[in-house]
């Protein structure tokens, strides 16, 4: 799939996922936009981007730490996040927020235009990593902060579900997932990645957060309301119906004695600076 094929491939699978992506009643997004924007240190007055802002669990809170002296502006490269984004900014009257469809790999933004860039669970979207964190870079002042969250691995009790999923995966995707040069199959990479992109100061940490479900349908209903919908979409029409059921018994077995379930989901955060000599 070359990178025109895949960007409509993506913004595609976040249209369909709009309606319902982080309103399921699964506490998620919001997990790891609370914790980022700790590590990022917003201050009031700064101007912030938020990259593949979703339905705004970065953009929001984001607004509320800047403050009415500070600018929020998201980009996503699905049309269906941002107008139910835009509907939310102006039913809360922020003047200082918008969403914009715009290429996370490739924003049309101005130069040095941004205090502080943040991008959460968007880096592993992109064709070329390294090429965003560029870009980014340029967005920022010198001495401007970017923020970025990946996830770290998956809780191993899961592994039941992949299997019944692996058989309908592409190869070249499985690939991409475990390939040992990609800047984001580990940190060590990705803070190489960083440094030749003309950051500084790169410090990260992980975390591992208790994400709770009340239940097999809930966790399949919040599955297809984000990225991990691909997943079933690659399973062939006619054999969902199967695969549900093989998953929900996959779910089952991981039920707590109240009946609800916790995955276990870790978490890397890094923030870095831009270089003021440019790359």
Same mark, same amino acid.
């Given at each position: 799939?070359?990178?025109?094929?895949?960007?409509?491939?993506?913004?595609?699978?976040?249209?369909?996922?709009?309606?319902?992506?982080?309103?399921?009643?699964?506490?998620?997004?919001?997990?790891?936009?609370?914790?980022?924007?700790?590590?990022?240190?917003?201050?009031?007055?700064?101007?912030?981007?938020?990259?593949?802002?979703?339905?705004?669990? $970065?953009?929001?809170?984001?607004?509320?730490?800047?403050?009415?002296?500070?600018?929020?502006?998201?980009?996503?490269?699905?049309?269906?996040?941002?107008?139910?984004?835009?509907?939310?900014?102006?039913?809360?009257?922020?003047?200082?927020?918008?969403?914009?469809?715009?290429?996370?790999?490739?924003?049309?933004?101005?130069?040095?235009?941004?205090?502080? $860039?943040?991008?959460?669970?968007?880096?592993?979207?992109?064709?070329?990593?390294?090429?965003?964190?560029?870009?980014?870079?340029?967005?920022?002042?010198?001495?401007?902060?970017?923020?970025?969250?990946?996830?770290?691995?998956?809780?191993?009790?899961?592994?039941?579900?992949?299997?019944?999923?692996?058989?309908?995966?592409?190869?070249?995707?499985?690939?991409?997932? $475990?390939?040992?040069?990609?800047?984001?199959?580990?940190?060590?990479?990705?803070?190489?990645?960083?440094?030749?992109?003309?950051?500084?100061?790169?410090?990260?940490?992980?975390?591992?957060?208790?994400?709770?479900?009340?239940?097999?349908?809930?966790?399949?209903?919040?599955?297809?309301?984000?990225?991990?919908?691909?997943?079933?979409?690659?399973?062939?029409?006619?054999?969902?119906?199967?695969?549900?059921?093989?998953?929900?018994?996959?779910?089952?077995?991981?039920?707590?004695?109240?009946?609800?379930?916790?995955?276990?989901?870790?978490?890397?955060?890094?923030?870095?600076?831009?270089?003021?000599?440019?790359?």
């Amino acid at each position: 799939m070359n990178e025109t094929d895949l960007r409509d491939s993506v913004a595609g699978l976040f249209d369909r996922s709009a309606e319902t992506y982080d309103a399921v009643g699964v506490d998620f997004f919001a997990v790891f936009a609370r914790h980022l924007l700790d590590d990022a240190g917003l201050r009031p007055g700064e101007r912030v981007l938020d990259i593949g802002c979703g339905r705004g669990a $970065v953009l929001f809170p984001a607004a509320e730490r800047v403050g009415p002296a500070g600018s929020v502006t998201g980009i996503d490269l699905s049309p269906g996040m941002v107008e139910r984004t835009t509907r939310d900014i102006r039913a809360r009257k922020l003047a200082t927020v918008t969403a914009e469809v715009m290429d996370a790999q490739e924003p049309t933004l101005p130069d040095a235009s941004f205090d502080v $860039v943040l991008a959460s669970a968007v880096v592993f979207f992109l064709p070329d990593p390294l090429a965003g964190l560029r870009a980014w870079h340029r967005l920022l002042r010198p001495g401007g902060r970017l923020g970025v969250t990946l996830f770290g691995g998956n809780d191993p009790r899961w592994s039941g579900i992949e299997r019944v999923f692996r058989p309908f995966v592409p190869p070249a995707m499985i690939q991409a997932m $475990v390939n040992p040069e990609s800047p984001v199959v580990s940190q060590e990479n990705f803070t190489r990645a960083l440094g030749t992109a003309g950051f500084t100061g790169i410090a990260s940490e992980t975390r591992e957060h208790a994400i709770r479900f009340t239940g097999p349908e809930q966790w399949v209903d919040w599955s297809l309301s984000h990225g991990q919908r691909a997943f079933w979409e690659f399973v062939p029409e006619e054999r969902r119906s199967r695969v549900r059921s093989e998953v929900l018994g996959e779910l089952d077995r991981l039920r707590a004695p109240d009946g609800g379930i916790v995955m276990r989901q870790v978490v890397r955060y890094t923030v870095a600076t831009a270089d003021s000599s440019g790359r």
